[in-house]
Every structure is written in structure tokens, then in C-alpha cells.
T-cell receptor, first 116, second 119 residues
């Protein structure tokens, strides 16, 4: 079965610090997709990034960057110069194809608190 | 864009009543939508996959007669919690699947969620 592990349950840092959220996954599929979502206190899940298994290039979007390492089955997320508005729960997810449909398997989430 | 709405955002009802939650994809068509349930400080649990024009596919342990799903159009799926009880109180989130044109890639975009409280 596919599995996503976010070992960090909660992280608390001071504003402007850099912070990395870890994500490790397990899958037998050769083709798969990895995602990060942000869930602020309002509850809505906000899509941040999708990465397919054939694309190991790291990605940067503003203060956000993602490091995909197939060799260690990891897809870590780094926020540079963190801000209070980054406070949220962050979920890493893996898509699996089951009976012809893609479904998401979520990690347990990491609650990130940025203190002023 | 990829905007998904949910209505209502919050509902309080008496035990034994039924509650309908709507999920709409506002700027794209979605042949497939998903319904999740989230308990406080926990991850999302997939309840069912809603397919336009056909029966929903429920995850193991989810009662299909309790959680009725109807996907009547390419932009609307509804979840009805029948004869709700206090243990059904939860945060329900829907998502809609959007395909990337010209590829086999897809992304799920989520609605804002519905907080259900059954008294």
C-alpha cells in the first residue's frame, strides 16, 4: 500500500527563519505524483505544487522551494524567510491509481507556527 | 483558475435530520469529485469518489446509505448525511479533479469545507 509520512507533527519558528518540512513516501508505482497542500486556520486546502515521478528537478516559487529526491523517496518543502502568514498545516500527498482513478493519499500533516 | 465552492460553510442540525452539502467547480468541469472527512488535528480521510452520471465509489467502512452522493452535472456533486447523529459531526471537504490539457496529469482542487455539528 502507498504511504506518506510527515514525521514532524508540529514546528514552531520565529519569523524570518528558514524552515523545512519533511515528506517521505512509499509506493510500488513507477509513475506517480506528489503534492503539497496548505491548510490555513480557515480550513480550505490550498494547492501549492504537483510533481510527477519523472521530474526530479527542484522547484522554486518565491520563498517556497521543493526538493524531490527519488533515491530517498522524499519530497521536502522549504520556506525561506518565513512569515506569520505561513502559519498553517501543510500536507504532503501521493497520488495512486486505483481501479482506473487517481486518489490522493495524505500524510498526517505538519502544523507550522511562525511567531512574530 | 480552479475554484471549488462548498455550501453551506457551517451547519448545525438536530439529531435525526438530514443535511445536504453542495460542492461546485466554478470555472472548470469535473467528471470526478471527491468527498473527505477531517477530524480535529487529523489528516483527511477519503470517504468516496463521486463520478458524474454514475454511482459513487465508497471507501471501505463508509456507509453508502448514510452518506448519499449525487453527481448530477459536470460542476456539481452533493453529499447528503442522512439521519445525522452527533458522531457525524465533522469537517467535510470536497475536491474536484482537473485535468491538465494535453496530458494525463491531474490535480485535485479543494473546496473551503463544511463544518457540521449535530446536536
Amino acid at each position: 500500500a502507498q504511504k506518506v509520512t510527515q514525521a514532524q507533527t508540529e514546528i514552531s519558528v520565529v519569523e524570518k527563519e528558514d524552515v523545512t518540512l519533511d515528506c517521505v513516501y512509499e509506493t510500488r508505482d513507477t509513475t506517480y505524483y506528489l503534492f503539497w497542500y496548505k491548510q490555513p486556520p480557515s480550513g480550505e486546502l490550498v494547492f501549492l505544487i504537483r510533481r510527477n515521478s519523472f521530474d526530479e528537478q527542484n522547484e522554486i516559487s518565491g520563498r517556497y522551494s521543493w526538493n524531490f529526491q527519488k533515491s530517498t523517496s522524499s519530497f521536502n518543502f522549504t520556506i525561506t524567510a518565513s512569515q506569520v502568514v505561513d502559519s498553517a498545516v501543510y500536507f504532503c500527498a501521493l497520488s495512486e491509481v486505483y481501479q482506473g482513478a487517481q486518489k490522493l493519499v495524505f500524510g498526517q500533516g505538519t502544523r507550522l507556527t511562525i511567531n512574530p | 483558475g480552479a475554484v471549488v465552492s462548498q455550501h453551506p460553510s457551517r451547519v448545525i442540525c438536530k439529531s435525526g435530520t438530514s443535511v445536504k452539502i453542495e460542492c461546485r467547480s466554478l470555472d472548470f468541469q469535473a467528471t470526478t469529485m471527491f468527498w473527505y472527512r477531517q477530524f480535529p488535528k487529523q489528516s483527511l480521510m477519503l470517504m468516496a469518489t463521486s463520478n458524474e452520471g454514475s454511482k459513487a465509489t465508497y471507501e471501505q467502512g463508509v456507509e453508502k446509505d448514510k452518506f448519499l452522493i449525487n453527481h448530477a452535472s459536470l460542476t456539481l456533486s452533493t453529499l447528503t448525511v442522512t439521519s445525522a447523529h452527533p458522531e457525524d459531526s465533522s469537517f467535510y471537504i470536497c475536491s474536484a479533479r482537473k485535468w491538465i490539457p494535453g496530458t494525463s496529469e491531474e490535480t485535485q482542487y479543494f473546496g473551503p469545507g463544511t463544518r457540521l455539528l449535530v446536536l
